[in-house]
């Protein structure tokens, strides 16, 4: 889908990535008088952002921050949206670059649609659904979340059963089986890299039972649970339904666990992380103080090597967990075990601070999953060579200076597309990038 349609395919900027880094650059650029075509591979912009629950260490909504900002790229005259849409190949030319995109279908004319979800009601077919990480299903036909912008149904084809009830359901004729992929070209000037991160895959840790057993999930899963938004009514084990009483989360999983050298060629799919991922502690400890008021006679247990609260107000939210009653215990998890009749787990952790072996029971983990890149943006430069750091991150050329320039120029990184950082930290590097993309194109206009 296009959004802000019109038929220029030439821009002053392409920014790549529609989540909280990328509509601030497009945002900020539009207001200089810059165009700029936003590209999302998802079929909404807003990123991961718009599935947490609130923000550390303000407690503020994460929803109520990130829809307004999405409306406001969505109808921005400035910025043209391309959602749904995969970026194939960037050529560097002598002035500014080519690109080539593809446009997926979604089964539905985005200029009828009016997001009534009439062809939700009515398909019978229920797959896993993506937004909520697979807890509860959704439609064949159906709206990615209640707050997507575009708010445009999609058809799920692989998944449908062809039944063609959403066809007649629909009161504006916008169902069209007969749409195929679109192929596109785009000039622009400069590029920015908003792509973000990847969640570590907690299934790489077989010994901590993910995917094994059900009620040990992932952060991610239970910052949806604790969302406005959420999937049930109230925060529930996936495995009965029942509310937990004893809840325990992990540290660093998939992080700070691996040597340089393994990682070298991990391309953001390794099953171990040399580096800090910066969020996990901050994030761990959000969740903590919302489930101490979500479920005020729930026990919370956080295992961890060391509490890293770097950033402004984060000791003094650390605290305030602590006093809480949050109970931290310093050590690491070696393995996780069921008991089969209940749903109920087993940890064994050396307690660091005593020196010893120890075994606790808890209802319910959740596993705080660390971050990885998505290198595989280097693959898309088919005549320039966009280098990656040692972890595997776009590499900032020129830290101290530059932060955003990379080894290409006229392209710019922007977020956690150069490293782990935090949501304040990535709306400054959006800032930072689109300064200095205005620089160079007031260079070479």
């Known amino acids: 889908m296009m959004t802000n349609t019109n038929s220029n395919t030439r821009f002053d900027v392409m920014v790549i990535g529609g989540g909280i880094a990328g509509q601030e650059a497009a945002l900020n650029l539009s207001g200089s008088g810059y165009s700029v075509a936003l590209v999302e591979k998802d079929r909404s912009i807003g990123g991961k952002m718009i599935q947490l629950s609130k923000v550390f260490p303000t ?17 921005n005259q400035h910025i043209t949206l391309y959602d749904n849409t995969d970026v194939k190949s960037i050529l560097k030319e002598e002035i500014g670059f080519r690109s080539k995109l593809t446009v997926n279908p979604r089964f539905v004319d985005e200029s009828l649609c ?7 009601a009515v398909c019978p077919q229920i797959k896993p659904d993506e937004y909520n990480h697979e807890m509860v299903g959704r439609k064949t036909a159906f709206i990615p979340f209640n707050l997507a912008n575009p ?3 999609t058809i799920d084809i692989e998944a449908c059963l062809k039944c063609k009830l959403c066809e007649k359901a629909c009161p504006a004729d916008a169902i069209n089986f007969s749409q195929t992929e679109k192929e596109i070209e785009l000039e622009c000037k400069s590029v920015i890299l908003a792509t973000g991160y990847k969640l570590f895959d907690a299934a790489n840790k077989p010994h ?15 910052d949806r649970l604790i969302a406005p938004t959420r999937p049930y009514n109230y925060v529930l084990r996936p495995g009965d339904g029942k509310q937990p009483d ?5 540290l660093c999983t998939g992080s700070r666990d691996s040597s340089l050298e393994n990682n070298k060629n991990c391309n953001g799919s390794c099953s171990n992380n040399p580096i800090c991922s910066q969020i996990c502690c901050m994030y761990s400890l959000k969740q903590a103080q919302l489930l101490m008021g979500a479920l005020p006679m729930a026990d919370v247990s956080i295992y961890y090597m060391d509490i890293r609260a770097f950033g402004k107000g984060y000791e ?11 109970d931290f215990i310093r050590g690491r998890v070696a393995k996780i075990t069921e008991k089969s ?7 064994r952790y050396e307690d660091t601070e005593k020196g010893k072996l120890k075994e606790a029971k808890h209802d319910m983990v959740v596993l705080s999953v660390g971050i990885l890149p998505n290198s595989g943006i280097k693959e898309l430069f088919t005549n320039a060579k966009l280098e990656l750091d040692e972890f595997n991150y776009i590499k900032q050329v020129d830290e101290l200076i530059c932060p955003s320039k990379t080894s290409i120029e006229g392209v710019f990184v922007a977020g956690t597309a150069s490293g782990p950082m935090d949501i304040p930290d990535s709306i400054l590097s959006a800032g930072a990038a689109t300064t200095e993309v205005s620089s160079f194109l007031q260079k070479n206009l």
């Open 59 to 75: 407690l503020d909504c994460a929803a109520c921050i990130t829809t307004p900002k999405m409306s406001e790229t969505a109808r």
């Open 114 to 120: 009016t997001g009534c979800q009439d062809c939700e």
């Open 151 to 153: 708010r445009v149904a």
């Open 208 to 222: 901590y039972g993910f995917g094994s057993f059900a009620n040990v999930i992932d952060s991610m899963q239970m």
């Open 246 to 250: 004893n809840i325990a989360y992990v």
């Open 316 to 326: 003094e939210f650390f605290q305030q967990t602590k006093s809480m009653g949050v």
């Open 341 to 347: 009749k209940n749903g109920d787990l087993i940890l």
